[in-house]
């Protein structure tokens, strides 16, 4: 599957901003979604995903509460939106799917095999 992220852009801190990922293909309801996030100088972190059929969804602690990540299967998409966003979520995001993914393993990089190729996002202080 292919995948194309946008929405990134310059936002203010305790402002908003919403990502989509558009995925091409058939088959994007067999797909674990998730996103990804990499900050200068620092390794990418997992930062949400989604189940095939948007009923779970998972988050990490960093954003839980202030992000929410939800999909359109028959618009191939998924949409996460970024609320009360700090100066300490600036970083590419990047979307990023997979077929085989098990729920102990959604974290994990290695766990996803398609990558989108990152927006930025800029939260100024």
């Known amino acids: 599957v292919q995948l194309q992220a946008s929405g990134g852009g310059l936002v203010q801190a305790g402002g908003s901003l919403r990502l989509s990922c558009a995925a091409s293909?058939?088959?994007?309801?067999?797909?674990?979604m998730g996103w990804f996030r990499q900050a200068p100088g620092k390794e990418r972190e997992f930062v949400a995903a989604i189940s095939r059929s948007g009923s779970s969804t998972y988050y990490s602690d960093s954003v839980k509460g202030r992000f929410t990540l939800s999909r359109d299967n028959a618009k191939n998409t998924v949409y996460l939106q970024m609320n009360s966003l700090k100066p300490e979520d600036t970083a590419v995001y990047y979307c990023?799917?997979?077929?085989?993914?098990?729920?102990?393993?959604?974290?994990?990089?290695?766990?996803?095999?398609?990558w989108g190729q990152g927006t930025l996002v800029t939260v100024s202080s």
């Open positions: 990023a799917a997979g077929p085989r993914i098990i729920v102990s393993t959604i974290r994990a990089r290695g766990a996803y095999d398609s």
């Open positions: 293909g058939r088959t994007f309801s067999s797909y674990i």
